[in-house]
């Protein structure tokens, strides 16, 4: 009897609970000063990246006291993910740029790529998201 009700009970668990929350951790370091915010854009696919936040499935805003932050992201599924950030100084939630489109305001993405003339593309920056613990270091520029 006890076996059937056990049987039963795993049979009747609903939809996703056996599923793992992998865990993001991301430190973003090198801000340029204790002024504005840190910026986070998380994109699961190439759409909008690296600079449409509504296009991001998860958006973050911190303080930039410290000139560097380090967070945790617990709540997303396992899969492929890049990640934007910028230090908005002036606090107008973009990045500011110079008469000929220099950014004047730090950036940075996950996985560092180099960054020539535009932004790096979705794959540079895309890294997999599995049931271990994922550590992202992300240095701005």
Known sequence: ???????????????????????????????????????????????????????????????SKEKSYKFRIEDLPIGNYAVSVIHDEDEDGSLTTNLIGYPTEKFGFSNNPKVYLAPPSFDKAAFELSSETKHLRINLR
């Open 1 to 63: 009897m006890l076996e059937l009700i056990f049987t039963l009970l795993l049979f009747t668990k609903t939809p996703g609970e056996n599923l793992i929350n992998p865990v993001l951790e991301v430190s973003i370091h090198d801000a340029k000063s204790d002024q504005g915010k840190i910026r986070v854009l998380v994109f699961s696919s190439e759409k909008g990246f690296p600079d449409q936040p509504e296009m991001a499935i998860r958006s973050y805003s911190f303080s």
